[in-house]
């Protein structure tokens, strides 16, 4: 069983920037899968950022790439997304979330098991 706890949400102008922080319990597997969703008002959840451990490979959803960029430390457990030139439209709760299998096509949210509470992110 895989704990998450997202941290780093908070208000900020549009243009502004934002680096949030998922620490993560348990090693991850070769395998295994991360990723960052979010949620705003009223709207489906979405994928935002996935990397694949082993692999290292990221994508990233339409209206995030060249603007977000997802990491991994495996030493210390922590899953950071940098979010850059923030637009109203980001505004939502930020959710990570892993997967003990690899994920594809990117994004399908039966694939990942654990999730943490979220943290919000306000762009205004």
């Known amino acids: 069983h895989v704990q998450l706890v997202e941290s780093g949400g908070g208000s900020v102008q549009p243009g502004g920037s934002l680096r949030l922080s998922c620490a993560f319990s348990?090693?991850?597997?070769?395998?295994?899968?991360l990723g960052w969703f979010r949620q705003a008002p009223g709207e489906e959840r979405e994928g935002v950022a996935q990397?694949?451990?082993?692999?290292?490979?990221?994508y990233y959803g339409p209206s995030v790439k060249d603007r977000f960029t997802i990491a991994l430390d495996n030493k210390q457990n922590i899953l950071t997304l940098q979010m850059w030139n923030l637009k109203p439209d980001d505004t939502a709760i930020y959710f990570c979330?892993?997967?003990?299998?690899?994920?594809?096509?990117?994004?399908?949210?039966?694939?990942?098991?654990?999730w943490g509470r979220g943290t919000q992110v306000t762009v205004s």
């Open positions: 979330a892993s997967a003990p299998t690899s994920v594809w096509p990117p994004f399908d949210q039966k694939r990942f098991l654990y």
């Open positions: 348990g090693k991850m597997d070769t395998d295994d899968c």
């Open positions: 990397i694949s451990p082993a692999g290292g490979s990221k």
